[in-house]
């Protein structure tokens, strides 16, 4: 049985915001703050994304997955203006969540 949760759905940026990468995890805090010390390899790392652009909650595991999937098939005029309805100046979010 799948139980409910916080999930969140992320996107992050690179300092000039050349890349932009969604994801998914069960806690948001850890997540962001593991790109910026460095300690998980991989796309987001090797594109440099420690900026947090935007963010939403879910409560359900399924839910978040398909919203995830759902947004790394939008283009990325399409996640630009989404990141605008949250963050139109696009400042990293980061601090909020973990507390900075």
Sequence with gaps: ?????????YIVTNEH??????GMTNDLARRISEPRAGE??????DYRCKKLVYYEHCTNVLDAIAREKQLKKWSRAKKVALIATLNPRWKDLAPEILGE
Excluded: K
């Design 1 to 9: 049985m799948l139980r409910d949760y916080n999930f969140w759905v």
């Design 17 to 22: 915001a050349r890349v932009l990468y969604a």
């Design 40 to 45: 998980i390899p991989g796309f987001a790392a």
